[in-house]
């Protein structure tokens, strides 16, 4: 009798698709064009400022103002689509690229119910989720539950996505880093339209892999209580693209010959040295502790061969109050498989909240 280690296949898994997406000539490779020059050191000052005063800076955001159309509705629900200018300014704004501008979601919410009775999350976008599909899918059977479900395009994908890249690989490190600040900036201004503006009971925000990294920001910055639930995610894009499988996937030499315009000779190591430091910037435990900790909850995969378990560890040891949930699985076999158990995350992230109390 044989018997199969399943741990084993679903690692197994994640590699052979890592190897047929990250390893192959099909598509190119991450940050084929390189650092991105003095927007990487634009980026690095602008992320640098989130951290002296963290807590509460910038507070409130901008008034996001979306413009609407129905795509669908019925006796219990309405599904709409929106747009909206993204709230970044400045030098931010300037360093996007034109068709990121503006901001793309998909708003599902349960109709017949008082706002005030109805929870709200917004979804964030995983690596290479370019549509709203996927999490429309993971939030509709939660509307049984009063839940609502924001879903925001991130910058660098769908329509938003500059014409040169291919899919989701990033051109520049600096993308990486410009697609994370414009993201919280957006999740930021739209959890403050929808307590605002829409006046809901209770809010969360959450996010599969790299998305899970950018709901952590911003569910840390957010200067009131939400549910926070970050699923299959590092506690930094270090992890993702220096111990996981993305490593494979990312451009070194291209990297290499970028810095060695600066300095004739330039190892490898040295590369992945330098890699580590630009991204340490998204470390999330350097991040202030959210204001209910017990609302964090993180699902992640027993045996992902892209976020190691120390990886998740790190966060919850950083956020004490916070809560690890395992799934079986790999990175990959999870998104696919474990749709009900981030589901029960998100329902009980939300029922560790105090309600707002009803309007008069």
């Known amino acids: 009798m044989v018997t199969v280690n399943l741990g084993m296949l679903h690692h197994v898994l994640d590699h052979v698709y890592g190897a047929f997406m990250h390893r192959t000539k099909i598509s190119p490779p991450f940050f084929s064009r390189g650092w991105g020059g003095s927007k990487l050191d634009l980026l690095e000052k602008l992320i640098k400022q989130l951290f002296p005063d ?3 800076q910038n507070w409130p955001p901008s008034l996001i103002r979306p413009i609407w159309r129905t795509v669908w509705e019925n006796e219990t629900a309405r599904l709409r689509e929106g747009f909206f200018r ?9 360093a996007l690229p034109p068709e990121s501008h ?11 119910v008082p706002t005030h009775k109805i929870s709200c999350v917004v979804h964030l976008a995983g690596t290479g989720d370019h549509t709203f ?22 910058p660098f994908y769908g329509q938003r996505r500059p014409m040169l890249q291919y899919g989701a690989k990033l051109l520049c490190v600096s993308d990486l880093l410009l697609l994370g600040r414009a993201t919280i900036e957006e999740a930021r201004s739209l959890l403050h339209w929808l ?37 299959l995610s590092p506690h930094s894009a270090v ?3 220096c111990e996981g499988i993305l490593k494979h996937g990312t451009a070194w030499e291209a990297l290499r010959k970028d810095l060695a315009l600066q300095k004739s000779t330039m190892t490898l190591e040295e590369v ?7 991204l340490s910037l998204t470390d999330v435990t350097r991040f202030p502790i959210p204001k209910n900790p017990n609302a964090v909850i ?24 916070s809560e690890v949930r395992w799934v079986t699985g790999g990175h990959v076999s999870s998104f696919i498989l474990h749709n009900d158990e981030f589901r029960r995350a998100i329902v009980d992230g939300l029922d560790r909240l105090e309600w707002r109390e009803s309007p008069l």
């Open 133 to 154: 599909e996927r999490r429309l899918r993971l939030g509709g059977p939660l509307l049984k539950d009063n839940i609502a479900t924001m879903v925001l395009e991130s």
């Open 272 to 278: 992945k040295e330098r890699m580590r430091n630009v």
């Open 86 to 94: 993204t709230p970044c300014d400045g030098q931010l704004l300037a």
């Open 298 to 321: 993180l699902v992640a995969a027993t045996d992902d061969g892209y976020i190691p378990k120390h990886s998740v560890l790190e966060l919850q040891k950083a956020w004490p109050g």
């Open 102 to 112: 503006n901001a793309r979601v998909a708003f599902l919410m349960p109709k017949s």
């Open 54 to 56: 963290m807590a509460g």
């Open 195 to 231: 307590d605002s503006e829409v006046g809901f009971g209770r809010m969360g925000v959450c996010g599969l892999s790299m998305g899970g990294v950018h709901a952590a920001m911003v569910g840390s910055l957010h200067p009131t209580p939400i549910a926070t639930l970050p699923f």
């Open 239 to 241: 992890v993702a693209f």
